[in-house]
């Protein structure tokens, strides 16, 4: 919705979450916006809960990641 209400958002958003044992990733959050839309920070941290990676070796593992955004040319 807030690629709707405003096609130019740019920014960058963080996304701490948890890869579990079993490689599904769990507590996904905003770690940081500077994308200047809270609802769209968390629709982004959202969408890492419940995905599927390869188990990590050792236990759990805490991944940190940016995304950058910015329009596409016309």
Known sequence: MALVRDPHLTGRVAVRFVIDTDG???SARVSADYAGDP????????QFEGLRLP????????????LFFSPEPD
């Open 55 to 66: 188990e990590p070796d050792g236990g759990r593992v805490t991944v940190g990641y940016p």
């Open 39 to 46: 609802a769209f920070a968390a629709c982004v941290a959202r």
């Open 24 to 26: 599904w990733a769990r």
